[in-house]
């Protein structure tokens, strides 16, 4: 099945640095890739996503690019704010969503004032 | 306001007993998951079902048991709570469509088993 690696586990930056946050997926068929933001005491909630006929997708500070051939996928947020700290976690939908999603072990992001 | 639902939000109670948790969505969506998860930390499926009368187990072996009653309900119940069961348990659906891998997740369920 679907395995979904996630780095690094811990990452903290400067505030007003870029955050890059890296996955790996084994499935080939995979063909869709969230990211999801979980605040402290809160639900996780979607932030960007892309599809594998896109290569890189961009809303304001988030992007977030993908390599299919390599099979990886990356979360970049650009001039982080101390409201960018979160466990983030990525995640691949297998079997053209027809199993669930398969997550990532979290990366805990920490922006420093 | 088309949301997902968890009840009770904080629960403690002593070991043995059991418990039900509650989990609605007004979103219209198929499929819906349980998930367990100690704060911050990594995501466990526990159970998912696509549709009414269809339910799944996880990754993560559990002592749990859900039913899907009807499309919007999906409780997930634990016949005799261990203090091992102390964990926040979060509650997810999506829908068959085109968008259909998007999760909406619920606030959570945090269990204490005393």
């Known amino acids: 099945g679907e395995n979904v690696e996630q780095h690094p586990s811990t990452l903290s930056v400067q505030e007003g640095d870029s955050a890059v946050i890296k996955c790996t997926y084994s499935?080939?068929?995979?063909?869709?890739f969230p990211w999801y933001k979980q605040e402290l005491g809160k639900r996780p909630q979607l932030i960007i996503d892309?599809?594998?006929?896109?290569g890189e997708k961009k809303d304001q500070r988030i992007a977030v690019t993908l390599n299919k051939t390599a099979k990886h996928f990356s979360l970049h947020i650009t001039e982080t704010q101390p409201e960018d700290s979160a466990v983030y976690f990525c995640?691949?939908?297998?079997?053209?969503?027809?199993?669930?999603?398969?997550f990532g072990k979290g990366t805990r992001l920490s922006v420093i004032a | 306001e088309a949301d997902i639902y968890q009840t009770p939000r904080y629960l403690v109670i002593g070991t043995g007993k059991k418990i039900t948790l509650e989990c609605s969505q007004t979103?219209?969506?198929?499929?819906m998951y349980w998930y367990q998860q100690d704060p911050g930390m990594e995501l466990h499926l526990i159970h998912y079902?696509?549709?009414?009368?269809?339910?799944e187990k996880g990754d993560l072996s559990s002592e749990s048991t859900v039913s899907r009653i009807r499309t919007e309900h999906f409780p997930l119940t634990l016949e005799s709570a261990r203090p091992s069961h102390t964990s926040q348990y979060l509650c997810?659906?999506?829908?068959?469509?085109?968008?259909?891998?998007?999760?909406?997740f619920g606030p959570g369920t945090r269990l204490t088993v005393t």
């Open positions: 997810a659906s999506s829908d068959g469509g085109p968008r259909g891998y998007e999760q909406y």
């Open positions: 499935d080939s068929a995979s063909n869709y």
């Open positions: 892309i599809r594998s006929n896109v």
């Open positions: 995640a691949a939908s297998p079997n053209s969503g027809n199993t669930p999603l398969v």
């Open positions: 979103m219209g969506h198929d499929k």
């Open positions: 079902s696509y549709g009414v009368n269809s339910t």
